[in-house]
């Protein structure tokens, strides 16, 4: 966040009376997400409290408290934003100008990149993940929302275009590519598949298996 | 385990002398294992101490510190005999006497019955799983590859028999569907895959991908 945003939001709020939400409360989220998410990565969830993050940012916890109402909120927000930066590299791929089974590799790809990227750090797996998992969060139904409408345009394209199968029902399809494509995204399954080298040439393996099931 | 076999254990144990191992600290250790899974499975992993267990079977925890070296270690050899069990069941089915289309279908399915006997407790996971995917437990060595060698004979009796293509490398395709047949055994990805009927329909889904790829 710039030194010019976190100075509005401080500004905005000493004017600021319980209740009232305006923009600056969105950017003073944003920066508490940001602050957060650097601290989880840097120290692990566990082991950050909600006093650190108001100490890092220059608040009090009191004062976090008026933004979320606990540390599994905190971490609950902190995983969507990471999962929407995800549905927004795939989306991006979804709408370029190029043939299905180009877009429909090059998704799987990005899947990879941005799970690896937001998720396991020196290929550990961040400690968020595991206490995700424990607790059962439901903070991916967006996610799963737009992984699946991804695939279906990409899908539907590749049918149109003459490049993929008719056949089989496009739901079913679209299911089967869906319930595959967690090899890519999951942190959990990611961290086993051994190193970078290898889990690449197992990946490529799966998206070949996808393209062949999709042959005309 | 029988009332027998626990008395001959018992006996042949009072004249046991520390550093000899024969059949039965074998049935010992069988026995350990077998009422720590239970204990496990009816009061979570982390709620069961090695007290427990010994008091369970009458003995002390000292004498079951000879057995095992922690509570881990008790966890591991769980899960590893877990998926020995499951091994097996898959070996069973590769082995049948039907076309390779069919096996391919009745092991997937296997995987995913046995998985969740084993590991999903009125749909929520066995907190075994998630300390051993925190503290990264190797248990699933032998059975990773148990499960590549058992999709490597179906897939290669397919080809045989002219039910699958020949083109792609035999050891792309088995890898491929090892890492797909994830969904089916993961407890993880399992958890999230709805109710029961919701994940029958997914994961048909799945298999009918994997069975139009090896088309020839």
């Given at each position: 966040m710039s030194k010019k945003t976190a100075n509005d939001t401080a500004s905005d709020l000493s004017d600021a009376t319980p209740g009232q939400r305006g923009p600056a409360d969105h950017e003073r989220r944003e920066q508490i997400l940001s602050v957060a998410d650097d601290l989880f990565k840097a120290h692990g969830f566990r082991k950050t409290s909600v006093t650190d993050i108001a100490r890092e940012i220059g608040v009090s916890s009191a004062y976090l408290y008026r933004f979320f109402n606990s540390k599994q909120a905190i971490g609950e927000a902190v995983c969507a934003r990471a999962l929407s930066s995800m549905d927004n590299a795939i989306r991006a791929v979804a709408e370029r100008d190029q043939p299905a089974t180009q877009r429909l590799r090059d998704m799987l790809q990005t899947l990879l990149e941005e799970a690896l990227r937001l998720f396991l750090r020196e290929r550990r797996m961040h400690d968020i993940i595991v206490v995700s998992i424990e607790n059962q969060w439901s903070v991916t139904e967006e996610h799963n929302r737009v992984v699946y409408e991804t695939i279906e345009k990409i899908v539907a394209d590749g049918r149109d275009s003459g490049e993929?199968?008719?056949?089989?029902?496009l739901d079913e399809v679209c299911t089967a590519i869906r319930v595959t494509a967690a090899a890519y995204a999951h942190p959990v399954l990611l961290s086993r598949l051994g190193d970078p080298e290898e889990m690449e040439t197992k990946l490529t393996a799966v998206t070949n298996l996808i393209l062949r099931s999709l042959a005309p």
């Open positions: 993929f199968e008719r056949k089989t029902p």
